[in-house]
């Protein structure tokens, strides 16, 4: 039996930052947010400029009381061609993409050379509202603004967040000085280039790998690797209990206990294998129901994270469909088998 010890510390491992993170989850924001992601801006001639605002207004949300920023690796561009939409985005689009990002919020953008005023460039952005109509904003500077923590850069993030939510440059934490814009038209959406939407899954959901997903799997390969061992102890017990009772047929019915007659080879063999079967018979119990506990853990620590989440103001972040996990355990004589079927 000790030859299972490293196995057994290593199931008690998993379960350590499990519930250490379960404890971590179950304290409840102290007050409500709006949680938004901020896009990369999509431009096809100013791409220092884009990725400058879209981190200065990134920061701007940080610094905005009632709002919390959701992180995004991918641009609107990269959403937008994964998920086929038409050159001028619509109504339908947008809503896939907030599908996709499971999000009630987030702020998307172009921008293009101002060819009015050389040295410039103009932004349109948006803000996306599940089940509202969207806000947009334009501005216009100078192309020169490539530095996020730039002053000036700053304080158009800052005029380009109030236009789009209302919120006025006095919440920000850090002073901003005020920079009065010119109004400018409104910019017509660049067409997406012409390449089939390759893709993957996991880039055009925005999803990382999350702790609990990474727990939830490897509880649920060490259940089913506790399964199989479960299979094979039960396979050894059947074995060491059949060969017991062959060697006991050999012995004379007046003998009843075949550990006390150690004169008999083929006694002292029954014995031993009598008490295999024990020990074998124990192993299997042991982690059948550890491999159905680990397994189980898992499964369900897997679809919770599929369940829709919600933000601070009871918003629901995401498509409110859950998977449906179902396991079927089962242990014979010659193996033991775990199998699970996940149901989008």
């Not at 959403?79 to 996709?100: F, N």
């Not at 009843?256 to 124990?282: W, Y």
């Not at 299997?284 to 369900?300: E, P, Q």
Request: hydrophobic fraction near 45%; charge should be neutral.
């Amino acid at each position: 039996m000790a030859r299972w010890i490293p196995f057994a510390l290593g199931l008690l491992l998993v379960f350590v930052p499990f519930f250490e993170s379960r404890v971590a989850r179950a304290d409840p924001p102290t007050a409500k947010t709006v949680a938004v992601y901020v896009l990369t801006i999509w431009t096809e001639d100013a791409d220092d400029q884009a990725d400058a605002l879209t981190k200065a207004l990134r920061l701007r949300v940080l610094q905005a009381p009632g709002w919390s920023l959701i992180e995004a690796a991918q641009s609107f561009e990269t959403l937008a061609i994964a998920l086929k939409c038409p050159p001028s985005p619509d109504g339908a689009c947008l809503q896939r993409i907030g599908d996709q990002l499971r999000a009630d919020h987030y702020v998307w953008g172009i921008m293009e050379k101002n060819k009015a005023t050389p040295g410039g460039v103009r932004a349109e952005l948006h803000l996306w509202t599940r089940g509202k109509p969207s806000v947009t904003a334009h501005a216009a500077f100078s192309d020169g603004l490539k530095d996020p923590s730039d002053a000036s850069l700053r304080a158009i993030a800052t005029e380009l967040f109030g236009q789009l939510t209302g919120a006025d440059a006095a919440s920000v934490a850090t002073p901003i000085p005020p920079r009065a814009e010119p109004a400018v038209a409104p910019l017509p959406a660049p067409e997406p280039p012409a390449v089939a939407s390759s893709v993957s899954s996991a880039s055009a959901t925005g999803r990382g790998f999350p702790a609990q997903m990474a727990i939830g799997y490897t509880a649920l390969a060490l259940g089913a690797g506790a399964l199989v061992v479960s299979g094979i102890e039960a396979a050894r017990w059947v074995g060491d209990s059949n060969d017991s009772t062959n060697d006991r047929q050999s012995i004379p019915r007046s003998v009843t206990d075949v550990c006390a007659e150690m004169t008999r080879p083929l006694a002292v063999d029954a014995c031993s294998k009598s008490k295999d079967a024990v020990s074998a018979s124990t192993l299997a119990w042991v982690f059948a129901g550890v491999g159905a506990a680990l397994a189980g853990t898992g499964a369900w620590l897997i679809a919770a994270d599929h369940a829709p989440t919600r933000t601070a103001n009871g918003e629901v972040a995401g498509d409110a469909s859950k998977p449906r996990v179902a396991l079927w355990p089962s242990i014979g004589p010659r193996a033991g088998t775990l199998d699970v079927r996940i149901t989008f």
